[in-house]
């Protein structure tokens, strides 16, 4: 949450996503007996509808929901107002890694998304403005009405990673309201390695997930809060 006078910035949702890329993975082999007997899941974990496929492997926790498909593996999961430290999610990812350690791993991709909103509709698009749409870049000036929305993209080297960031005006909630979605997106390119490094630069790269989640919060409150005597 984020204060600004009377201006009460909040996160009303926020989700994570670990996207692990190959050259190919075998979806056959995502069964409930093989992810139990190598540690990845308890097939007791599992819930509702599942798919084991030779084309792709979809199944679910509590926690989590999976995807596997030859191009990809991906975990997403809640994050807002959950406890815990999110291991049950990363050991997916990283017991993958260590018992298919010769696969021809692409990239791993660590992925955050918030959702802001502000006190009451009225304020929405003024406080955008102040955020994203000031300065004299000359395209704004096609943009001056009061029901203008704005965004913004970044880009640059954090770490071993590619971060880009992109901020968006959406709608959603149950009022479907305006909010400002957070887009982060940590992308760790292992394909200049040698197959044999792939797997450990991953597992390492997985192990700095809540350090990047950290940084990515404190991104957005930086990024929800008006420099002072900036006016709305």
């Known amino acids: 949450m984020v204060d600004k006078g009377d201006m009460t910035v909040l996160v009303e949702n926020a989700f994570a996503g670990i996207v692990l890329t190959a050259q190919s993975f075998n979806p056959s082999i995502f069964t409930e007996t093989w992810l139990d007997k190598n540690g990845v ?107 203008a929305k704005f965004g913004r993209y970044f880009s640059k080297d954090h770490g071993p990673a590619r971060l880009k960031l992109d901020i968006k005006p959406v709608k959603g909630g149950p009022q479907n309201k305006d909010l400002l979605q957070f887009s982060f997106n940590f992308h760790h390119d292992v394909a200049q390695f040698d197959l044999s490094e792939r797997a450990e630069k991953l597992i390492e790269f997985i192990r700095d997930w809540s350090s990047l989640r950290e940084y990515s919060e404190r991104l957005v409150k930086m990024g929800t809060t008006l420099n002072p005597g900036e006016a709305m």
């Open 41 to 147: 899941l308890a097939a007791s974990s599992l819930e509702g509808i599942r798919v084991f496929s030779p084309e792709v492997a979809q199944f679910q926790t509590k926690e989590c929901q999976v995807l596997v498909i030859p191009p990809k593996m991906q975990i997403t999961f809640p994050i807002h107002r959950v406890e815990g430290d999110f291991e049950v999610q990363r050991n997916i990812a990283v017991r993958t890694i260590e018992v298919l350690p010769h696969t021809p791993y692409q990239a791993l991709g660590l992925n955050f998304d918030f959702f802001v909103s502000f006190p009451t509709e009225k304020d929405f698009n003024a406080y955008n403005r102040a955020l994203l749409g000031s300065g004299d870049y000359q395209l704004l000036q096609e943009f001056s009405s009061a029901d």
